[in-house]
């Protein structure tokens, strides 16, 4: 693991916290989700800046960054984001039901399509695989943001050393 790597793991780590209420992990995984969502575009336009003031909604990023990077398994990598971003509107627009341990079983699906069944039925132990599935798609998209990086990067050193031009 990388230094960069390491620290990243530590970011995921200390803002997503082990606890009984997945309230907070899928709170704020969404927003880690959601901020390395807006590097992918941003990676991947010439001048970010020019949609600074866009104002997209989470639903819009994730569908840039789908279009963007795409993927050939599209079910495990964008279909688990997608539902998390429908959980978390319907947990952060509504108060705390009892039904919350059920409304998390797709997202849990989806984060575990092979071994969902093995994931215990109490609300600590579906905090805790939710975590695990928000850090794992973060280490995913991270990995997609780096390699952008290093592609917008050389395309950048390109165009200098051509005098400014991109052709």
């Not at 995921?12 to 709170?27: A, E, F, G, N, Y």
């Not at 398994?73 to 688990?80: Q, R, T």
């Amino acid at each position: 693991m990388t230094k960069g790597s390491k620290s990243y793991f530590e970011k995921l780590k200390s803002h997503l916290p082990i606890v009984k209420d997945p309230t907070v992990v899928i709170l704020r995984g969404h927003l880690l989700i959601e901020e390395l969502l807006e590097g992918l575009i941003a990676a991947s336009l010439t001048d970010a800046t020019a949609i600074r003031d866009a104002r997209l909604t989470f639903f819009q990023k994730l569908c840039l960054a789908r279009g963007l990077i795409g993927t050939a398994n599209e079910e495990d990598l964008w279909k688990p984001i997608e539902l998390l971003n429908g959980l978390r509107n319907n947990i952060s627009h509504r108060l705390p039901d009892v039904e919350l341990s059920r409304k998390l079983d797709p997202v849990l699906k989806a984060f575990f399509p092979y071994d969902y069944e093995e994931i215990p039925n109490d609300i600590y132990s579906k905090s805790k695989a939710m975590r695990k599935g928000i850090i794992f798609h973060c280490a995913e998209l991270s990995g997609f943001l780096k390699s952008l990086k290093a592609a917008s990067n050389d395309r950048l050193q390109r165009i200098v050393a051509k005098g400014g031009h991109s052709r």
